[in-house]
């Protein structure tokens, strides 16, 4: 049996856990200042989660690929946003590297669903091609 609920996605779980992580840092005195990084940031990790939501309610593999390379752009995003926050002393090394290892984490499942839908693409255009071959 597949998955019905986007909730059920170990992406999104990990996305969301990522979007957790962010808001902490934000409330962060240091970072309440800095208003635009501070924005750019949470924008970064709710459009990483977003995107693989709304990967899950598309129907062609085609549409569904290029929300979770959405996703994937925006946990990159993140990222860098996240050396600028510790580059100005906004955050701790060791809330960087928690931060940013789970951004690797979610970042990895994303793309694993990038890999296997790039595949299921592929598969359908060469089982479509042969059908044309045969005709």
């Given at each position: 049996?597949?998955?019905?609920?986007?909730?059920?996605?170990?992406?999104?779980?990990?996305?969301?856990?990522?979007?957790?992580?962010?808001?902490?840092?934000?409330?962060?005195?240091?970072?309440?200042?800095?208003?635009?990084?501070?924005?750019?940031?949470?924008?970064?990790?709710?459009?990483?989660?977003?995107?693989?939501?709304?990967?899950?309610?598309?129907?062609?593999?085609?549409?569904?690929?290029?929300?979770?390379?959405?996703?994937?752009?925006?946990?990159?995003?993140?990222?860098?946003?996240?050396?600028?926050?510790?580059?100005?002393?906004?955050?701790?090394?060791e809330e960087f590297d928690e931060t940013f290892e789970?951004?690797?984490?979610?970042?990895?499942?994303?793309?694993?669903?990038?890999?296997?839908?790039?595949?299921?693409?592929?598969?359908?255009?060469?089982?479509?091609?042969?059908?044309?071959?045969?005709?």
């Amino acid at each position: 049996m597949g998955i019905e609920r986007f909730e059920e996605l170990h992406a999104w779980q990990e996305s969301r856990k990522l979007v957790r992580l962010v808001y902490a840092l934000c409330r962060k005195p240091s970072l309440k200042t800095d208003h635009e990084l501070r924005r750019q940031m949470q924008a970064a990790a709710i459009s990483s989660m977003a995107n693989i939501a709304e990967a899950h309610g598309r129907f062609s593999f085609e549409d569904k690929r290029n929300f979770y390379e959405i996703s994937h752009g925006s946990t990159s995003e993140l990222q860098s946003h996240l050396y600028v926050a510790k580059d100005q002393e906004y955050i701790s090394q060791e809330e960087f590297d928690e931060t940013f290892e789970c951004a690797s984490q979610a970042s990895r499942l994303v793309k694993g669903s990038i890999d296997n839908l790039t595949k299921q693409i592929t598969a359908r255009r060469r089982d479509r091609g042969k059908g044309r071959n045969s005709q």
